[in-house]
């Protein structure tokens, strides 16, 4: 069972060369050279613009500003790393049940998330650099230390900014591939690169409002490297930020859960104890 953690997570335009080559070739040509004589001017001031302008809409999309307007839609990134402490209470569906669970977070510092399942909880811990777990349906019915990689996912869940709004501090790479479009939405995509162990996720961002739709990664699942599919819809706002309301997960086109936030508090006090074992 895969365990839910808290969401953190204009289009270019250019006209290429071929659709306005008849339009040019037909001005410039034959019998349109004396018709031309007067206007010529005009009609390059007019093409120049035009060409300019297309160009400039193309280039002018880099993937640093794509994750600041994405960070920005999000409510930016300074009014994320600014709040002190997070609690999220929702559900989880999977495997055909719907389970309570509880996440609290000192930002940037701890992390833990609760899940009930049949009268007994899945929790998953991070603090101070070390992290631990309980999963009595996978034989950990005690505390067990996390190492390797599942401490990097459990360590990334302690900030609130998600590591593409904050890849820089973080010192992870992105790189902008070519948009898409999916569902009739032009989206673009934006690889990152995690400095920790080289993981590659491809963020897909809505073009006309900057939002993750999606995120696709390799995970090791039950000792096979398997690529996730996490679809993000129904953001909601709280205290000025946003947060996917729902986060669905998928296996080779198989949801495997799907979360759903009903709350989020901010700023509360949390007794740290809650993070030992």
Known sequence: MLIPVPASAAGTFFTPYSSVKPFIQEYATGSRIAYL???SSTMKHILFAFLTLSFFTAAGQTADE??????NAMGGLDAFNKV????????????????PVTTVIINGKSMR?????????ITNVYHNGTGWKINPFAGATEATEV????????????SLASNLMDYKQRGHKVELLEPVTEEGIKMFRLKLTAKEDGRVTTYFINSTDFLVKKSVTLREIQGQEMEITTFYSDYKEFGGLKFAGIRRQEVMGQVMQELHLEKVELNLTIDESVFNK
Not at 89 to 95: D, H, L, Y
Not at 113 to 120: L, S
Request: overall charge negative.
């Open 37 to 39: 004589s007067g206007k």
């Open 66 to 71: 794509i994750v600041q307007q994405h960070a």
């Open 84 to 99: 002190s402490t997070y609690k999220m209470t929702g559900s989880a569906s999977a495997q055909g049940m719907d389970l």
């Open 113 to 121: 998330t609760d899940v009930e399942v049949m009268g007994q909880s």
């Open 147 to 158: 190492t390797g990689t599942e401490l990097i996912d459990f360590k990334a869940q302690t």
